[in-house]
């Protein structure tokens, strides 16, 4: 789709498997964390976020997983169905000394499901 | 509830000319945001805007300006347009401003492509 760019990592997955998509974030003052889809043609859709004072946020079929120590995060989407065939971008908001700053997008990953 | 709305969703521009892309938040929101989306460098914020008052910017040059009207709609203006500006521009909307857990929503984009 025109949304996608031309080199981005790419994970296939078979239908009814589990996916697990990483975003690196760069920042230690970040104090929250999005994970947005996206859909040829369409703008991101919010799936689900996490505020640094936790490690792990359960949503439908989702689930995101913070480690501090590393500044990784992943979403785990369970039982992937051909409909999840997106871009996945993870989204950091940095804190400074309460000051909330922008949103900042990692480069994407494309999730294409077999069926 | 209509969701935030953006237009035009396609552009052809030359270089040199100036574009405004409209977009209108979803009722009741009052923060408004705006990205530009390019392969090479993903989502990257522009500005936000929040009760007619510029709140953030990130860091692209003056010709790249907006401004919100007191119905919460807003506009981003790009003068002397750059084969470089061709890019989707995405405008995204919440309740609050973007500080905190204000999710937000995003519109399908606008096509610019600078000839």
């Known amino acids: 789709g025109e949304n996608v760019g031309l080199h981005l990592p790419t994970l296939s997955v078979q239908e009814g498997d589990n996916s697990i998509i990483n975003c690196a974030y760069s920042?230690?003052?970040?104090?929250?964390f999005i994970w947005y889809k996206q859909e040829s043609g369409k703008g991101p859709q919010f799936i689900i976020d996490i505020r640094s004072n936790m490690d792990k946020r359960q949503g439908q079929r989702v689930t995101v997983l913070l480690n501090k120590t590393v500044k990784h995060l992943s979403l785990q989407i369970a039982a992937t169905q051909p409909g999840d065939s997106a871009v996945y971008f993870c989204?950091?908001?940095?804190?400074?000394?309460?000051?909330?700053?922008?949103?900042?997008f990692g480069k994407g990953t494309k999730l294409s499901v077999k069926p | 509830k209509a969701g935030v709305t953006q237009t035009p969703r396609y552009l052809i521009k030359t270089r040199g000319q100036q574009v405004t892309l409209s977009c209108s938040p979803i009722s009741g929101h009052r923060s408004v945001s705006w990205y530009q989306q390019t392969p090479g460098q993903g989502l990257q914020f522009l500005f936000e805007y929040f009760s007619e008052t510029q709140r953030n910017k990130g860091n692209f040059p003056g010709r790249f300006s907006g401004r919100q009207f007191s119905n919460s709609r807003s506009e981003m203006n790009v003068s002397t347009l750059e084969l470089g500006d061709s890019a989707l521009y995405l405008c995204?909307?919440?309740?609050?401003?973007?500080?905190?857990?204000?999710?937000?929503?995003f519109g399908p984009g606008t096509r610019l492509t600078v000839l």
């Open positions: 920042n230690s003052a970040s104090d929250y």
């Open positions: 995204a909307s919440s309740l609050g401003a973007s500080g905190g857990r204000n999710e937000q929503f």
């Open positions: 989204a950091e908001r940095e804190y400074y000394g309460g000051s909330q700053g922008n949103l900042i």
